[in-house]
């Protein structure tokens, strides 16, 4: 009998051996498993932000290729002070169109302030038939420039003349 327990106890001591490296080797695995699983979501949550982050790129190119257009329409309709001498001409050319005399002067450069972009201000005088002056004042304000406009005065002269005198300011980048 002595050999049958001496030969129990191996068995039961391999067997006990055995299964403790094994859950040894199972836990050390779980854990390795579970660091791995919990990189592989963080590796995700990265994959998911950056294609966020490149939808939100790609959205902007795109607004900001739409923009360029109006960019365009915003650089025309705000003037640098060189580009100012070229208005004059403009408005003299659409008086001769509608057969009215104009006379047409700038006035001070208002610094840009908080509430307006820097400005000149300005006074024309048109003479003329009032349809002609209203059809000048529809074309005026179709012009691809921001012009706000403070006083509009309309004085009869003749029975068919009228003269209008116009204040006004018109904007500059």
């Known amino acids: 009998m002595d050999g049958f327990k001496k030969r129990l106890i191996l068995i039961i001591s391999i067997s006990l051996s055995i299964i403790l490296i094994l859950g040894?080797?199972?836990?050390?695995?779980?854990?390795?498993?579970?660091?791995?699983?919990?990189k592989i979501n963080s590796y995700r949550q990265e994959v998911v932000s950056r294609?966020?982050?490149?939808?939100?790129?790609?959205?902007?190119?795109?607004?900001?290729?739409?923009?360029?257009?109006?960019?365009?329409?915003l650089r025309?309709?705000?003037?640098?002070?060189t580009e100012m001498v070229?208005?004059?001409?403009?408005?003299?050319?659409l008086a001769d169109q509608n057969d009215l005399n104009l006379s047409f002067r700038f006035g001070l450069l208002n610094e840009k302030t908080e509430q307006e972009p820097k400005n000149?201000?300005?006074?024309?005088?048109?003479?003329?038939?009032?349809?002609?002056?209203?059809?000048?004042?529809?074309?005026?304000?179709?012009?691809?420039?921001?012009?706000?406009?403070?006083?509009i005065e309309l004085t009869q002269t003749g029975s068919e003349e009228y003269n209008a005198k116009i204040l006004g300011r018109v904007y500059l980048r």
């Open 76 to 81: 025309e309709a705000l003037p640098t002070e």
């Open 51 to 73: 294609a966020t982050i490149l939808n939100r790129i790609q959205l902007l190119e795109n607004e900001y290729t739409k923009s360029l257009a109006y960019f365009q329409k």
């Open 24 to 38: 040894g080797l199972f836990y050390y695995f779980y854990n390795d498993i579970l660091k791995r699983v919990v």
């Open 120 to 151: 000149y201000s300005f006074n024309l005088i048109l003479s003329g038939e009032k349809n002609n002056i209203l059809k000048w004042l529809d074309e005026f304000q179709a012009l691809n420039y921001v012009i706000r406009i403070d006083q």
């Open 86 to 93: 070229g208005i004059e001409e403009i408005l003299k050319n």
